[in-house]
Each structure stands twice: as C-alpha cells, then as structure tokens.
C-alpha cells in the first residue's frame, strides 16, 4: 500500500533534537544490545494512521506505520516497544 506523504515539519523537529553521528550511535547501540535486530528476514505493513498529535512532539500532520517483523529463530526475552 503507497501512502502519498509531503515533506513536512516532523522531520525538521526531528532533527533539531538528534544530530545524525547521535542517531548512528544509537542505531548501532540498538544492534549491539538486541543482535537479533541484525537478522529481520522480512517485514510487512500492518496499518497506516494519520494524526495531528504525537507524545512529545508539537501539533503537525504525522502518518504512523506499524509493521510485523520476523527475524531469525534467536532466543531474547526482552520485547522492544
């Protein structure tokens, strides 16, 4: 399903709050502490939702996705949110 987006003001909020050297940092401290992170095997679109809030971010038109991941058959027993 293709979702027809503009560039809009999230992203320039997300910016000003994570520069990009913090953000690779935090994606490879995501893969380091959760490996299993590195071995998706596929991922499908679930649902899109359009809304003008999002927690900790000002008013704006935002689209949500929410996705099913799998990943290879390695034990971890925490679930990430």
């Given amino acids: 399903m293709a ?7 999230s992203s320039a ?10 953000w690779r ?5 995501g893969r380091m502490q959760f490996p ?3 071995s998706r095997r596929s991922r ?3 649902a899109v939702r359009s809304t003008t ?3 900790k ?3 704006g038109e935002y689209v949500v996705g929410q996705y099913r991941a799998r990943y290879a058959d390695v034990p971890w027993g925490r679930r990430l949110r």
């Fill in 36 to 38: 299993v992170l590195n």
């Fill in 25 to 29: 940092a935090q994606i490879r401290q």
């Fill in 57 to 59: 971010a000002p008013d």
């Fill in 3 to 9: 979702v027809p987006c503009e560039p809009f003001s």
């Fill in 44 to 46: 499908s679109l679930v």
């Fill in 53 to 55: 809030s999002f927690p």
């Fill in 13 to 22: 909020f997300f910016k000003s709050k994570v520069s990009a050297e913090q």
